[in-house]
């Protein structure tokens, strides 16, 4: 199959294309996040209904994502692609005429079956188009302009959701994704396999796909009510049982969706490890120190969305150098030490207590948030690379679909685990310091029944105004030691992801270091 150079003109609109596309569907997921209080606000929604708004995106995202790759491999990474975008757009159009939360919730599941088509194919186009030689330089260009936009999402948000015009963060999708749909029309040309078998596999695709439904809505509910109920058992035990079936059938398939030999490949699999365990430390850190600074710290949505802005500027200053270091010297070295760094950032931010608001940033989060984004900016271009390049050029769009579900999946379990586990963290240390507290045991019970809301938990009417004040720094103080445990547990992940680096990636399976 036939390269272009990064910097040809056909290189230049295959970039600009793919960057506005990914930049469309990070942007829609970051900032809405943000405007959720508004949104919750005009359409009456309860905290369930928020739930699903979020999550009817992410459950069809995590279903279909593999589906999503394998469709560009075998049908055409143009074709999917721009078929993709123009359901994402015409989902994002119908959620911002939304009139009611059935209907947004409807909508967003749209959204989610165009993304699963088009996040994928980004990376597949940008893997299967540029020359092997310039590969982590473009990937690293992609990286560093969609983390921009992502980071930008949280202060897109909370300006339009401060001005009441929050359904334009889904509005906002539609000229955008016009946009990148007339640059692939015109500009790009069809990627596609000419030995590629055409026929799908049916019979996998749809035990792939509910198999990670099951898994992902098995997460989902675990916070709400506990493993022992059967919507989570009994959907984890459904997933994990079709995966099983998944694999069967993939074994014995003429026409796999998924080829298991790629796993064969030490790289591939470590690569893949390494995404899961560093993004769920990661998603999960960055969760619960945004609850921090708006819940505890008193910092507004949007203070709180620029906190984050030295780590958008080591994205675009690093980001591309580390993709073109790793072209020269191979992923390894960057998928080593990246994480390590980015754990022990994560670390850092652990050791935060309460401050005096945003006059303490630069002394408080920004070290630990400078050293997490060096970490993530040396890693995330050499990161795709490495699973990119570790796979023959037909199976690019099947490579991303397995990376881009690992990472997912993995915002999923953080999500979920990491919820559940911060309640127990935050219960225990407040149980501590009630005992301290003259109250009486009803009293008790009403401080300890508001722990599930963490750190926006509220001094019940019980409470007399003399232990006001006493159970707010409670709560607060709770949930700072909450915090604290949860972003250990996240640099473990963050650490344990620069292991899987040391142990199984090797920089000579690479189609570019082989030549």
Same mark, same amino acid.
């Given at each position: 199959?036939?390269?272009?150079?990064?910097?040809?003109?056909?290189?230049?609109?295959?970039?600009?294309?793919?960057?506005?596309?990914?930049?469309?569907? %990070?942007?829609?997921?970051?900032?809405?996040?943000?405007?959720?209080?508004?949104?919750?606000?005009?359409?009456?929604?309860?905290?369930?209904?928020?739930?699903?708004?979020?999550?009817?995106?992410?459950?069809?995202?995590?279903?279909?994502?593999?589906?999503?790759?394998?469709?560009?491999?075998?049908?055409?990474?143009?074709?999917?692609?721009?078929?993709?975008?123009?359901?994402?757009?015409?989902?994002?159009?119908?959620?911002?005429?939304?009139?009611?939360?059935?209907?947004?919730?409807?909508?967003?599941?749209?959204?989610?079956?165009?993304?699963?088509?088009?996040?994928?194919?980004?990376?597949?186009?940008?893997?299967?188009?540029?020359?092997?030689?310039?590969?982590?330089?473009?990937?690293?260009?992609?990286?560093?302009?969609?983390?921009?936009?992502?980071?930008?999402?949280?202060?897109?948000?909370?300006?339009?959701?401060?001005?009441?015009?929050?359904?334009?963060?889904?509005?906002?999708?539609?000229?955008?994704?016009?946009?990148?749909?007339?640059?692939?029309?015109?500009?790009?040309?069809?990627?596609?396999?000419?030995?590629?078998?055409?026929?799908?596999?049916?019979?996998?695709?749809?035990?792939?796909?509910?198999?990670?439904?099951?898994?992902?809505?098995?997460?989902?509910?675990?916070?709400?009510?506990?493993?022992?109920?059967?919507?989570?058992?009994?959907?984890?035990?459904?997933?994990?049982?079709?995966?099983?079936?998944?694999?069967?059938?993939?074994?014995?398939?003429?026409?796999?969706?998924?080829?298991?030999?790629?796993?064969?490949?030490?790289?591939?699999?470590?690569?893949?490890?390494?995404?899961?365990?560093?993004?769920?430390?990661?998603?999960?850190?960055?969760?619960?120190?945004?609850?921090?600074?708006?819940?505890?710290?008193?910092?507004?949505?949007?203070?709180?969305?620029?906190?984050?802005?030295?780590?958008?500027?080591?994205?675009?200053?690093?980001?591309?150098?580390?993709?073109?270091?790793?072209?020269?010297?191979?992923?390894?070295?960057?998928?080593?030490?990246?994480?390590?760094?980015?754990?022990?950032?994560?670390?850092?931010?652990?050791?935060?207590?309460?401050?005096?608001?945003?006059?303490?940033?630069?002394?408080?989060?920004?070290?630990?948030?400078?050293?997490?984004?060096?970490?993530?900016?040396?890693?995330?271009?050499?990161?795709?690379?490495?699973?990119?390049?570790?796979?023959?050029?037909?199976?690019?769009?099947?490579?991303?679909?397995?990376?881009?579900?690992?990472?997912?999946?993995?915002?999923?379990?953080?999500?979920?685990? %990491?919820?559940?586990?911060?309640?127990?963290?935050?219960?225990?240390?407040?149980?501590?310091?009630?005992?301290?507290?003259?109250?009486?045991?009803?009293?008790?019970?009403?401080?300890?029944?508001?722990?599930?809301?963490?750190?926006?938990?509220?001094?019940?009417?019980?409470?007399?105004?003399?232990?006001?004040?006493?159970?707010?720094?409670?709560?607060?103080?709770?949930?700072?030691?909450?915090?604290?445990?949860?972003?250990?547990?996240?640099?473990?992940?963050? %650490?344990?992801?620069?292991?899987?680096?040391?142990?199984?990636?090797?920089?000579?399976?690479?189609?570019?270091?082989?030549?």
């Amino acid at each position: 199959m036939p390269t272009v150079s990064l910097n040809s003109t056909a290189g230049r609109w295959i970039m600009v294309s793919t960057i506005l596309a990914s930049a469309m569907a %990070f942007i829609d997921a970051t900032a809405l996040n943000v405007v959720l209080p508004a949104l919750q606000q005009s359409l009456q929604a309860t905290g369930a209904d928020l739930f699903w708004i979020l999550n009817a995106y992410l459950l069809m995202l995590a279903s279909l994502i593999l589906i999503g790759g394998a469709m560009g491999d075998k049908l055409g990474r143009k074709k999917i692609f721009m078929l993709g975008i123009f359901i994402f757009i015409t989902g994002s159009a119908a959620c911002g005429l939304a009139g009611s939360v059935m209907l947004l919730v409807v909508f967003r599941v749209l959204q989610g079956i165009g993304g699963a088509l088009m996040i994928p194919g980004s990376l597949s186009l940008i893997s299967s188009s540029i020359n092997a030689q310039e590969r982590g330089k473009a990937i690293g260009t992609w990286s560093a302009f969609t983390t921009v936009v992502t980071m930008g999402g949280p202060i897109l948000g909370g300006a339009l959701a401060d001005a009441g015009l929050w359904r334009y963060i889904f509005f906002i999708n539609v000229p955008i994704g016009i946009a990148a749909l007339f640059m692939l029309g015109f500009k790009v040309k069809e990627i596609k396999d000419d030995n590629s078998n055409t026929q799908l596999d049916v019979a996998g695709a749809i035990t792939i796909a509910i198999s990670l439904a099951s898994i992902t809505f098995g997460f989902l509910r675990f916070p709400a009510v506990g493993f022992n109920n059967p919507q989570v058992y009994g959907t984890l035990g459904l997933g994990v049982i079709l995966l099983i079936v998944f694999i069967i059938i993939e074994m014995k398939s003429s026409h796999p969706m998924m080829p298991l030999n790629l796993f064969n490949n030490t790289t591939f699999s470590g690569a893949n490890l390494l995404t899961f365990f560093l993004y769920a430390g990661l998603g999960a850190g960055m969760l619960f120190m945004s609850l921090n600074l708006v819940q505890v710290q008193g910092y507004s949505q949007l203070q709180s969305g620029l906190t984050f802005l030295p780590f958008t500027v080591l994205m675009v200053t690093i980001a591309r150098f580390a993709g073109s270091m790793a072209d020269k010297l191979g992923p390894r070295l960057f998928l080593i030490f990246g994480p390590a760094i980015a754990g022990t950032g994560l670390f850092m931010l652990s050791f935060v207590k309460q401050t005096a608001g945003p006059h303490d940033y630069w002394f408080t989060f920004f070290p630990g948030v400078f050293v997490l984004g060096l970490g993530m900016s040396l890693t995330v271009a050499p990161l795709t690379a490495a699973v990119m390049g570790s796979v023959s050029d037909h199976f690019s769009g099947t490579a991303s679909g397995i990376n881009n579900a690992m990472t997912r999946i993995s915002g999923v379990f953080a999500n979920a685990i %990491f919820g559940a586990l911060a309640v127990v963290f935050f219960s225990g240390a407040l149980q501590q310091q009630l005992q301290t507290i003259p109250l009486n045991a009803k009293a008790k019970q009403a401080v300890m029944h508001q722990a599930a809301d963490l750190g926006n938990a509220k001094v019940p009417a019980i409470i007399d105004a003399a232990n006001h004040s006493v159970i707010k720094k409670a709560y607060h103080t709770g949930f700072i030691a909450a915090y604290a445990n949860i972003m250990r547990i996240s640099a473990a992940l963050g %650490f344990l992801g620069a292991l899987m680096a040391l142990i199984f990636i090797r920089s000579r399976h690479l189609k570019a270091a082989a030549g």
